[in-house]
């Protein structure tokens, strides 16, 4: 009898390099979908914010059967992790590398390496993983094909480099003697034959794609026969089954019904082991979960039965619990205040979650599966600080709950700072931009007046210019809006973690102030048509507006407080022109990401299902002059 063969490998690249797709086109032309199924594009991509953002946020994944391709005719399965590009979620990469054998590295045939592909790439290099270069997008009228192939393999070696490790560095060499993959995953081709710039790869399928990852990727080193170990290295839910746990079995076998060892931490770091029972076993087959009965060293499945598992827990031998090591994270950058919705319009959003106890809750219930965040208490009962990996994991985190029913109130992002040696240091990030030439000094002073140093410029094709840059993480707040107003829509920026430096000295991130309302009530066109030279608003007539309410952008760098309620006092007097219409600029509507970029420091948001207000911290105009007042006699 034929042994079933595994090969478990993760799609990793930058962002809207085409990981998602290419998967896509792997299900498909395994019969994942059926011969009557629906073909959706970026089927992996099922969150909501994943398809509204064109992104993928959440590591998934899929196992595709390919029958009779293993050894002397036997199963093949491979285990796809899709994994999210964006540093932001770089806690998903993390796990998904936890959970493979190799690597297959998309990049687009244009663009080359960007940050995120740096990213990727150093966490399968420090996990030691080989490393199947895959092009992709070949049939791009700008591709330069031969240009990325060399750029990604001088990446793999600048990567292994810094690594400071002899065995990476060898290994690293080494990858550079395997198949170079070429693909165009919208058409569902590739190949190992170079099919020149601009043009779809010879061939009709994927297979190409399929017989280096089996020839090349090495058989799960596990042993069928050895006592039971596995780690859960993500989670979901049902709502008949409850918590479910994702596996990856290193050794033995595990069968529904069996009773295992579960190994999870306490919060002094020490082991604690329980018996518990295998209520059910699921095997991934295309994108559904099938039951089934027995799974073996090498495959990736997902057990029920343990409703307080947790992701880096270890399910082992009864007899022999030994535990497996814990998941790794870097560490957050990014922080939020978030909190119960305290504004005078609290419960008026259409939430219907408002109070502190469900607030709380809801953040506690996103730690069991979001290993990148950290939730702290602070000094008011009713508000919590979150950190994270970016202001974009952050902030789908806040639209997630927002669309759940939740009002909150989310603070202005801060920065992640540490005393090392007395030394207060701070997070920085690498940013690489690409513009057309003709913006690049206002970007350039852009990022000066954030604190940013550049590290290198290159003239590209097409008039444009790509310069990479040092930043404080701080310095990349609020950044995205004036980037692509001096761009003109048309820049491209990209960041990743570059560790910790000290403190780079005060950042002024915003050149408006806010026109901030000094009264409630009801907004009048009347009141917009005489601040209309003031700046541009975010509300129109009609709305209800209270004091302390931001309700525009001031064109100078200061704040202002305004009667946005006023009304036009009436007379017995006629004039020609008295019922002219009025004309009124479009509001600015923001979106949440802008809302939190806009934030200045003594703001925040409210932010509810059908409503999102920019607000001073401090309502009260008077007292919010008292505090500048004491705050200014201090610094004499």
């Known amino acids: 009898m034929t042994q079933t063969e595994f090969r478990n490998v993760a799609i990793v690249a930058h962002v809207d390099h085409g990981k998602t797709t290419l998967v896509n086109g792997m299900l498909e032309q395994s019969g994942a979908f059926g011969d009557h199924g629906e073909h959706t594009d ?32 036997g199963d093949l399965i491979i285990n796809v992790i899709d994994t999210p590009g964006h540093a932001d979620f770089g806690g998903e990469v993390e796990r998904g590398i936890s959970m493979v054998d190799g690597v297959v590295l998309l990049v687009d045939a244009s663009e080359g390496p960007l940050p995120q592909t ?3 790439l150093t966490k399968a290099l420090e996990a030691k993983l080989p490393v199947i270069i895959c092009v992709n997008k070949t049939d791009r009228p700008d591709a330069r094909i031969d240009e990325v192939v060399a750029e990604s393999q001088d990446l793999l070696l ?44 010879e061939g009709e399928d994927l297979q190409p794609l399929f017989d280096v990852i089996y020839n090349v990727l090495p058989e799960p080193s596990a042993s069928v026969d050895g006592p039971l170990q596995a780690h859960v290295a993500n989670l979901d839910s049902s709502d008949f089954l409850g918590r479910i746990a994702l596996l990856r079995i290193y050794s033995g076998k595990i069968k529904k019904g069996q009773q295992v060892a579960w190994i999870s931490w306490d919060e002094d770091g020490n082991e604690v082991v329980k ?29 029920s039965g343990i409703p307080e598992i947790m992701i880096g827990d270890t399910i082992a031998d009864v007899d022999n619990p030994v535990a497996l090591p814990k998941i790794h994270i870097d560490e957050p950058a990014i922080s939020m205040t978030i909190g119960v919705n305290t504004s005078p319009m609290a419960g ?17 219930q996103e730690l069991i599966g979001n290993v990148s965040i950290k939730v702290l208490p602070t000094e008011r009962p009713d508000a919590w600080e979150v950190q994270g990996r970016g202001e974009m994991a952050l902030s789908v985190l806040i639209e997630n709950m927002r669309r759940e029913g939740f009002e909150l109130t989310v603070g202005k992002p801060q920065v992640v700072t540490q005393v090392i040696d007395g030394k207060t240091m701070e997070p920085y990030e ?8 003709e913006h690049q000094g206002a970007v350039t002073q852009l990022l000066a007046t954030r604190k940013g140093q550049m590290q290198s410029m290159d003239v590209r094709e097409g008039d444009w210019v790509r310069m990479t840059f040092r930043v404080p993480a701080r310095g990349l707040i609020g950044f995205r809006t004036q980037f692509l107003t ?54 129109e007539p009609g709305m209800e507006a209270y004091e302390g309410m931001v309700v525009g952008a001031n064109n100078r760098d200061e704040d202002m407080d305004i009667n946005i309620t006023k009304e036009k006092k009436l007379t017995n007097m006629r004039s020609a022109t008295a019922d002219a219409t009025v004309t009124l600029q479009k509001a600015r509507t923001l979106s949440l990401d802008e809302a939190l970029e806009f934030c200045g420091g003594d703001e925040c948001v409210e932010v509810a299902p059908n409503v999102l207000r920019v607000r001073k911290v401090e309502l009260s105009a008077t007292d919010r002059k008292r505090a500048a007042s004491r705050a200014k006699q201090l610094n004499k």
């Open 348 to 364: 008026q959003g259409g939430g219907d979650k408002l109070t502190a106890r469900m607030v709380k809750a809801r953040l506690d």
């Open 486 to 539: 001096e761009t003109r829509g048309a820049g491209i920026a990209n960041s990743i973690s570059d560790g910790l430096d000290v403190w780079a000295g005060e950042i002024k991130s915003r050149a408006t102030g806010s026109l901030v309302a000094d009264r409630s009530g009801q907004i009048t066109a009347y009141a917009l048509q005489q601040l209309a030279d003031r700046g541009d608003f975010f509300v």
């Open 275 to 303: 018996n518990v029972k295998v209520a059910e076993l699921l095997r991934t087959v295309g994108f559904e979960r099938e039951p089934d009965t027995e799974a073996i060293a090498g495959d990736i499945i997902a057990i």
């Open 158 to 201: 600048e990567i292994a480099a810094g690594l400071d490790d002899p065995e990476a560095e060898a290994a690293a060499e080494e990858l550079l003697d395997l198949p170079v993959l070429y693909a165009s995953g919208r058409a569902g081709i590739a190949s190992t034959e170079n099919p020149g710039n601009g043009n779809v790869p």
């Open 430 to 437: 690498m940013l690489t931009v690409d513009t057309p030439s």
């Open 118 to 120: 740096r990213f990727v």
């Open 42 to 73: 970026r089927v992996m991509d099922s969150n909501d914010q994943e398809r509204e953002r064109g992104i993928t946020i959440l590591a998934k994944n899929t196992a595709i059967h390919r029958k009779g391709l293993g050894k002397d005719g």
